[in-house]
């Protein structure tokens, strides 16, 4: 027996890679997907959601391009993979996943050729939708006024292309190396992670998607999961993914709060340490911001250039 079969369990329930069947439509997801489907459906130009690492972003992004449906959208993801991206090969991505064939090499005419299909999308009755994950490693001042040039390709009642950015909370930094492109966003959300209840609501429906029909942690255990994890779902799945190990080398149905706590000290999974790296990280951030601005002499007008 192994510990699915010990636990009645069809498959892995707390696995980190992304699976839509495995998608929680907590309170928080949903009004967020609700607000960028607002803004894309109402073609607002920029919307911005930032979190911190492991609460859900990229499944919400994902989430987002799947209830994007073909008939009435153009729409693609882009996950940001490096810091090395340059704008032209980010431009020239952008207009290879909306469709431009034989992209060119220059910039001022992929701009012409985005443009060109930009209009062939909104004359075909759909709407152009970029989304793009962990966006806050595009520290590039070139690429923030090249995301601002996209944004003025506008029609008559709105833009003809709208960016959903998503990324950590660094995220507002970048977009203020161009003041002029964050004075452009017209919706920002922020992720944060669950109270116990969220938290105790996504444990059991990961359970019962992975075919639990038992209590496989203690109610104590709920809580120690919550507090030891901040409620961050990444942290969540591991933990439990842990647990559920751990449990059934011990034998222990429900799995109890002494198996939570040892996992959670293996792991240096301890709350205050974690927020006094965020404090200082935070720090950090800014000092570079700062450094930022002073080597690119940044003087924009906010009124002038958008």
């Known amino acids: 027996m192994d510990f699915l079969e010990f636990y009645n369990l069809k498959e892995h329930p707390f696995s980190n890679t992304i699976d839509s069947k495995f998608f929680f439509s907590s309170s928080m997801h949903s009004e967020a997907l609700l607000r960028l489907k607002y803004s894309v459906d109402s073609m607002k130009g920029l919307a911005v959601v930032v979190g911190d690492v492991g ?74 939708v970029v989304i793009m994950d962990e966006v806050q490693m595009l520290k590039s001042k070139e690429i923030m006024e090249e995301f601002r040039g996209l944004l003025n390709l506008e029609i008559e009642g709105g833009n003809l292309l709208t960016l959903v950015l998503f990324g950590l909370p660094e995220l507002e930094d970048i977009l203020a190396m161009d ?57 969540i799945n591991i933990i439990c993914d842990n647990a559920i190990l751990e449990g059934f080398f011990a034998k222990k149905k429900p799995i109890d709060e002494g198996i939570i706590e ?12 974690v927020e006094a790296a965020k404090s200082e990280a935070e720090v950090e951030i800014s000092e570079a911001q700062s450094e930022i601005s002073e080597t690119t002499g940044e003087k924009d007008n906010p009124g002038q250039g958008d």
């Open 55 to 128: 609460t859900g972003k990229t499944t919400l992004a994902r989430r987002l391009l799947d209830e994007l449906d073909e008939e009435h959208y153009e729409a693609a993801l882009l996950i940001v993979l490096h810091t090395s991206v340059t704008s032209d090969w980010l431009m020239k991505r952008i207009a290879l996943q909306l469709g431009v064939e034989d992209a060119g090499d220059s910039k001022l005419e992929i701009l012409s050729q985005l443009h060109k299909r930009l209009l062939e999308i909104n004359e075909s009755g759909l709407k152009a």
């Open 179 to 235: 003041m002029p492109l964050k004075q452009r966003v017209s919706m920002k959300y922020k992720m944060l992670g669950f109270d116990e209840g969220l938290t105790r609501e996504y444990v059991n429906h990961r359970l019962k998607i992975a075919g639990g029909k038992e209590d496989i942690f203690s109610p104590g255990a709920i809580t120690t999961i919550h507090n030891r994890s901040m409620g961050v779902p990444r942290l």
């Open 262 to 273: 040892s996992i959670a000290d293996n792991l240096d999974l301890n709350p205050d340490k």
